[in-house]
């Protein structure tokens, strides 16, 4: 069929609008490629710190001029004081002997009560469920076991912000069954600031080690 100019025109002017109509369709039904491919931003987990002795109020003071022998301040480099490193070292060692002094006729409360002032809350618990239990107790009783405890401070094992692990050589002096003897043990004492005070935060052979911070 041989078509005249006009109905060519009419012709080309239709195929024009179908494929506008058709453009326009494909435009609003195509999918969002900005929504859909993009991954979601990933939220990174935060980790909640374990609740611990709290920090030094201050860092340390540190050494800005030159550093000679005769007026070298160490404790210008730690996190403890000099008067908290005493206090803490007088109480790893006063713990280590009250740990080792019971006797076999005494309330295991009493014994719990000597150390109740030098530890934490949560090694209190531990301390009293270990001297309460019923097959310690009947040992002792039946051997009519009495112990006297001193202790020996040895070195530092380690110093963090919040806590300072000594080694204390507990000695004692045994009686069992009428029979004496001397035990000697090494213990990795763990002191930390417990609120303002400090407090003894842990404690286990020495060999068995530990670890050093506890904030």
């Known amino acids: 069929m041989n078509l005249t100019d006009r109905q060519r025109k009419l012709l080309f002017v239709g195929l024009v609008v179908a494929l506008a109509v ?19 931003p990933r939220t990174t987990p935060t980790t909640t710190a374990s609740s611990g002795p709290t920090g030094p109020a201050s860092p340390p003071p540190g050494i800005s001029g030159a550093v000679a022998p005769s007026n070298f301040d160490i404790y210008r480099l730690l996190p403890f004081s000099q008067r908290e490193f ?39 618990g531990e301390i009293e469920r270990g001297a309460s239990a019923p097959g310690i107790l009947d040992d002792r009783r039946a051997q009519q076991t009495v112990a006297e405890g001193t202790a020996t401070l040895d070195r530092v094992r380690d110093i963090e912000d919040n806590s300072i692990i000594f080694l204390v050589t507990g000695k004692q002096q045994i009686t069992k069954s009428g029979k004496q003897s001397i035990d000697s043990k090494q213990y990795a004492v763990t002191v930390a600031r417990d609120g303002g005070s400090l407090k003894v935060y842990a404690f286990e052979p020495a060999d068995a080690g530990q670890a050093g911070d506890t904030g």
């Open 22 to 40: 058709v453009g326009v369709y494909l435009t609003i039904a195509a999918p969002d490629h900005d929504s859909s491919d993009t991954a979601a």
């Open 86 to 124: 005493t206090t803490a070292a007088d109480l790893a060692q006063r713990f280590v002997a009250a740990q080792g002094t019971y006797r076999f006729d005494e309330d295991p409360k009493v014994f719990s009560s000597r150390v109740a002032s030098m530890v934490t809350e949560q090694l209190l």
